[in-house]
């Protein structure tokens, strides 16, 4: 899946200049399917969770499960706020068809790989957790939360190019 959001952005991104409108499309869609499909998904993981909860599986709720269970509400939480940024992502490349193709290609590709590695690094990090710590999986973590740094920032910094009307 990362390998073919990976290859829709260069698509988009190599597009000659008269198809600009065709390659913002294209990242539109990206972000509207990759934030529905995910919030479904983390959605779903919340649920999960929360019938572990309500049926007192040891494995979620022992004591020495705490970690683990921190780690994955993490993951869950984490994931469906990156899901609604996705959409949010795609409303804004669609209303400013004109933001610059760097711009917009580095900030598509940093929060599409923020949004897999940073709750990724949760819930994988709750997977395997040793003497109460997360597992090495957790090094993820930082990894993707400078991802989305970059992607609110590249967006944020194209903001103050675009008029109030446009």
């Excluded at 829709?8 to 190599?14: D, I, N, W, Y």
């Excluded at 409108?21 to 972000?31: C, D, E």
Aim: charge should be positive; glycine fraction near 8%; proline fraction near 3%.
């Amino acid at each position: 899946m990362a390998d073919e959001i990976e290859d829709k952005s260069t698509a988009a991104e190599q597009m000659p200049s008269g198809n600009k409108s065709a390659a913002t499309r294209l990242l539109v869609r990206t972000h509207f399917r990759w934030g529905w499909w995910s919030l479904l998904f983390f959605l779903s993981l919340g649920i999960f969770l929360e019938s572990m909860h309500g049926f007192k599986v040891a494995f979620y709720l022992d004591a020495s499960s705490s970690t683990r269970r921190l780690m994955w509400t993490l993951a869950h939480v984490h994931g469906t706020l990156f899901a609604l940024l996705n959409l949010v992502m795609a409303a804004f490349m669609q209303a400013h068809a004109d933001w610059p193709r760097r711009s917009r290609a580095i900030a598509s590709r940093s929060l599409m790989s923020g949004s897999i590695l940073l709750p990724a690094g949760f819930f994988f990090g709750g997977l395997w957790t040793y003497d109460g710590d997360p597992g090495v999986c957790i090094y993820l973590v930082p990894l993707g939360a400078l991802l989305m740094l970059v992607a609110v920032f590249q967006t944020a910094r194209s903001c103050s190019r675009f008029s109030i009307g446009s």
